[in-house]
């Protein structure tokens, strides 16, 4: 499904895909599981069971169940994070670098 009526610049792709999040600061090596929600060219809603700052700067790893398409790497930049429930929290992320 493909939605584009908010204001953003880029039609985003609803996914509900796993995702690694691996945190870029101090506590480097710290690796977190996500559910990646939506993705478009500029960035990636995940849910998490934590919330992040703004701002924090996180390598991202989502795999392909295609065997032709590659998985996405990325540097992404958190720039919302909202409580959605007890448990759960839908970061935004935006991407910085996508190799």
Known sequence: MLTKGDGR???RMMVN???QLLLNDPEA???????CRDLSASGMSVDIDE???????????????NASVPPLDATAKV????????ECY??????????
Request: aromatic share 6%; glycine share 8%; charged share 25%.
């Open 9 to 11: 610049h880029y039609f």
């Open 17 to 19: 895909a796993d995702v």
């Open 29 to 35: 090596g710290r690796m977190i599981d996500g559910i």
């Open 51 to 65: 919330p992040l700052e703004m701002g924090t700067l996180i390598k991202i790893r989502l795999e392909s169940n």
């Open 79 to 86: 720039v919302r994070c909202a409580q959605e429930s007890e």
């Open 90 to 99: 839908q970061i935004g992320l935006a991407f910085m670098e996508l190799n």
